[in-house]
């Protein structure tokens, strides 16, 4: 499965029912980290099945520990520090800016020369908060410019404890430091003046490490004694809180909902977005269940906006700032201005977040702007439908995802780049359609059906538009073709009913730039005049057709949907397409066309397409008819691109 490259959200779907969220990724990378580093073999449960996590555990694989995924659903790692080697390539950190800091405090404490990468936005984050402490314990710490940025190459070796008090309130440098500290000589302290995440610590004291941890002013001093040998501790994650805020936000702001999250971490400073969306007066509540996690529970009203009010938000309460996404919609919403204030941090996540929250919140309709490292929100009345791409940022896709579902009833949203969930959560929008329930109007991957007669243009069309919004696009003709072309090289006759249906039932069928059917490659032959003219008696056949749509469907999943060509796709295969055209031209343009067959061959095969009784070629109610003759394919797919 693939999340939707593209996003399209109907507003005013209400959201009832209850999700789970994947596995808390701070949680989930340390306890990849911890594993690796714990001799023996560890069973993780709940792992996060995000992007980010799998980069950390692909590192830890490179670094020599062995990853397994039990048939319960479990990852296994086998490790410790006397199977670690260095890496023989870079470390290959994606988008995850965890696994880069995390990895560079591990790494440093073994006398390996590592290198840690990452993809174009990790590598334009600063490392020099990192690279700073790990240097004055003895590692060196290389980086490009004056904060030290991507590729990071890290020498380690012979570490010594630190007493260092951290500038930008970050979990990970605090992190960083003490995976770093357990194997330096002497007591490792990390200072905070504000109090952030605190896994890594309440993992360690979990797994036996020797370590205490004192208020310090308004924040908090942790003293780690190093411990070379950590043991194999068995792991359930809890489910992730920041993950949650984004149901939680669309449960408070769309009219008529609710929505428990079950199953939610709750460790300090993780639920601080629930208090500022009760402060704003949304009907929230945490209810604690025996194994120490929460359920979330939010419920709106058939007018949000009238319920909820603006509030003042202060970074501490948001530390890693996570949430501001999620809450910026609920501030969208809500009557009066909402001031975030210091979350200039915001600046140097994954995209400038600062910036694409002000972008997304005015391409829906409220107001914001930001001050120095104030961001203000002014609420509307109501949000719009409206086209927003997320940059690449996860956070970002699933908080205009639910702006979206806010919007004005009826209003359509189309949010580009929404791929980038997988960082984090690949299901989000499954889950969020559990919740808008079997609606027709629940999110879903944009698929565009382009369906008509042979000749009418419809695989340029679906290329170009295809490659306009960078979809993959299906051919379900060379489906048909690959299936008659298989049959006649079998010497099955095409209309032998069940020796065809039983060929299409069992075959693996590729369609791409080859099309390969049971492992041939009939892609030169699939246009001959032969397949021409077996196809329509292949695609006359009722439970050939019944194996291929399900193909059709599965393929829409696995490509996060996409541009899909045929006869029946806007009527029979994806009903719910958001976008339905028929292409149509005049008889002779379409002959002209097709010159590889003859105007009598075309003829047939359209006149059988049409008439057979199975899902027959046909124009679905709700589709755009296009008369394709005598105009430019530029102008055809403006035209169609027109209707999203
Ligand atoms: O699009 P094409 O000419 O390559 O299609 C080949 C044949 O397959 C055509 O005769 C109709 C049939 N077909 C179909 O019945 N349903 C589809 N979705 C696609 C093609």
Redesign the pocket.
């Known amino acids: 499965m693939t999340a939707p490259r593209i996003l399209v959200v109907q507003g005013g779907v209400a959201c009832r029912g209850s999700v789970r969220t994947p596995g808390e990724k701070s949680i989930s990378h340390r306890a990849v980290l911890f594993a690796a580093l714990a001799e023996g073999t560890s069973a993780i449960y709940g792992l996060s099945d995000g992007a980010d996590v799998a980069a950390t555990l692909a590192a830890v694989e490179a670094m020599g520990a062995q990853v397994e995924r039990a048939s319960d659903g479990s990852v296994r790692i086998r490790g410790g520090r006397s199977r670690l080697h260095q890496p023989d390539h870079p470390l290959d950190c994606g988008n995850s800016g965890t696994s880069m800091r995390l990895l560079a405090g591990v790494v440093a404490g073994f006398a390996w020369e590592t290198t840690l990468l990452g993809d174009e936005s990790l590598s334009a984050r600063p490392m020099d908060r990192v690279a700073e402490p790990l240097a004055r314990m003895g590692a060196t710490v290389e980086g490009r410019g004056d904060d030290c940025r991507p590729p990071l190459r890290v020498r380690g070796g012979a570490l010594q404890g630190i007493d260092w008090t951290t500038e930008v309130a970050s979990a990970q440098v605090k992190s960083a430091i003490l995976l770093a500290g357990l194997a330096a000589v002497g007591p490792t302290v990390v200072r905070e003046a504000v109090t952030t995440r605190a896994h890594t610590e309440e993992m360690l004291a979990e797994a036996g490490v020797r370590l205490s941890v004192e208020p310090w002013g308004d924040g908090r001093v942790v003293t780690l004694h190093p411990s070379a040998l950590l043991p194999v501790t068995p792991r359930h994650v809890p489910g992730d809180p920041s993950a949650s805020a984004f149901f939680v936000v669309a449960g408070c702001v769309v009219p008529d909902s609710r929505v428990e999250v079950e199953g939610i971490y709750r460790g300090p400073a993780r639920l601080g977005y629930i208090s500022v969306l009760q402060r704003m007066g949304a009907q929230v509540t945490v209810t604690p269940a025996p194994d120490g996690t929460a359920t979330i529970t939010a419920t709106s009203a058939a007018r949000p906006h009238d319920t909820l009010t603006a509030t003042t938000v202060a970074a501490a309460e948001i530390p890693s700032l996570d949430e501001i996404p999620a809450l910026a919609v609920a501030a969208a919403m809500a009557r009066g201005t909402t001031v975030f204030s210091d979350v200039g941090e915001l600046r140097v996540k994954e995209v400038d977040r600062l910036a694409a929250v002000v972008a997304m919140v005015q391409a829906f309709g409220a107001t914001a702007h930001v001050e120095g490292d104030t961001l203000s929100i002014t609420g509307a009345a109501a949000l719009h439908g409206a086209r927003f791409d997320s940059q690449g940022d996860h956070r970002m896709a699933m908080a205009a995802a639910v702006a979206a579902l806010a919007a004005v009833p009826g209003e359509r949203s189309l949010i580009t780049g929404f791929g980038a969930v997988e960082t984090s959560y690949p299901r989000f929008a499954d889950d969020l359609a559990h919740l808008t329930g079997d609606d027709p109007l629940a999110p879903r991957a944009l698929v565009i059906a382009i369906d008509g007669p042979?000749g009418a243009g419809?695989s340029t069309v679906s290329k170009a538009v295809a490659a306009h919004l960078g979809l993959d696009r299906l051919?379900?003709?060379?489906m048909?073709?690959s299936v008659a072309a298989r049959a006649l090289a079998l010497d099955i006759p095409p209309d032998d009913h069940d020796a065809v249906a039983a060929l299409a039932a069992g075959a693996e069928i590729e369609v791409g730039a080859r099309v390969v059917i049971d492992g041939h490659d009939v892609t030169g032959v699939i246009r001959s005049p032969e397949v021409g003219r077996a196809?329509?008696d292949v695609?006359a056949n009722a439970d050939v057709r019944s194996a291929l749509v399900l193909r059709q469907r599965a393929w829409a999943k696995a490509h996060g949907g996409g541009v899909v060509?045929?006869?029946?796709?806007g009527s029979v295969?994806f009903p719910h397409a958001q976008v339905k055209v028929y292409l149509t031209a005049s008889p002779e343009e379409r002959a002209r066309r097709r010159r590889d067959e003859s105007p009598a061959g075309v003829a047939r095969?359209d006149r059988i397409?049409s008439t057979r009784a199975a899902s027959p070629?046909a124009e679905a109610d709700d589709a755009h008819r296009l008369d394709t003759t005598g105009r430019s394919v530029q102008d055809v797919v403006e035209e169609v691109l027109s209707w999203l």
């Open positions: 042979a419809k051919d379900t003709g060379a048909y073709r196809v329509s695609a060509e045929g006869r029946d796709i295969v095969r397409d070629l």
